[in-house]
């Protein structure tokens, strides 16, 4: 039972390059998020999933897209870097998108030149 | 949407002191608090979560209070030890509204003097 994953673990990218951010959970888990974590900002919501098949905007989507491509993985697409989107992002699952414990990935560096 | 305020930023304590973070929020609707902890390089992790109907919750060394009327919430641990050396989040949750999800506080950065 690995939790939930995340590829690739650190990645640098030029400006106005793009790439896609890779999350799965195994836990039978109905909701799916992605936050990014910045020095002194604490975690902020980009995208979360309630279930599958739907997805809606958190905090800071802008710049960002994300797909639900099954129950099991979530992922989160940067269609045009900058060096803003330079953040540590994480995925994170839970049983159902209220009042549940969320269940965080390992964290993907991302650094954006 | 919900704000979440932390305080304060940076707590240093001596070992087998105890240790007090506080958070406020702004939405009334609010109705799940939970406390993650996240070491250096490390993923974030529950340590503890306190829901709108309940007051205090206790957990060995760590507990909870919940003040729904001033909206606030604080984290105590008591007889600190090295290891809860780390970075605490707290968050507030509410359903519905198109908001789903959490809002974290900015982090208390907790360092236990030996």
């Known amino acids: 039972n690995a939790g939930v994953t995340q590829t690739p673990k650190f990645q640098v990218l030029k400006t106005g390059q793009s790439m896609t951010l890779q999350c799965a959970q195994d836990?039978?888990?109905?909701?799916m998020y992605w936050y990014r974590q910045d020095p002194g900002m604490g975690l902020r919501l980009i995208y979360y999933s309630a279930s599958e098949g739907t997805t809606d905007k958190g905090e800071v989507p802008n710049g960002y897209n994300v797909s639900r491509l099954n129950k099991r993985e979530f992922s989160l697409r940067l269609e045009s870097a900058a060096p803003s989107q330079t953040s540590v992002y994480f995925c994170?699952?839970?049983?159902?998108?209220?009042?549940?414990?969320?269940?965080f990935g390992p964290g993907t560096r991302l650094l954006v030149l | 949407g919900e704000n979440v305020e932390q305080h304060p930023s940076t707590l240093s304590v001596q070992e087998g002191d105890s240790a007090v973070i506080k958070c406020t929020y702004s939405d009334s609707a609010s109705n799940y608090f939970p406390w993650y902890k996240q070491e250096l390089g490390k993923r974030p992790q529950l340590i503890i979560d306190i829901r709108s109907n309940v007051g205090e919750k206790k957990d060995q060394r760590i507990a909870v209070t919940l003040n729904k009327t001033a909206k606030h919430f604080s984290l105590h641990i008591t007889e600190t030890q090295p290891e809860d050396s780390a970075v605490y989040f707290c968050?507030?949750?509410?359903?519905?509204?198109?908001?789903?999800?959490?809002?974290f506080g900015k982090g208390t950065h907790l360092i236990i003097q030996p």
């Open positions: 968050a507030a949750s509410i359903r519905g509204g198109g908001a789903d999800g959490l809002t």
């Open positions: 994170a699952s839970s049983r159902q998108v209220s009042q549940e414990t969320q269940y």
């Open positions: 836990m039978n888990h109905n909701s």
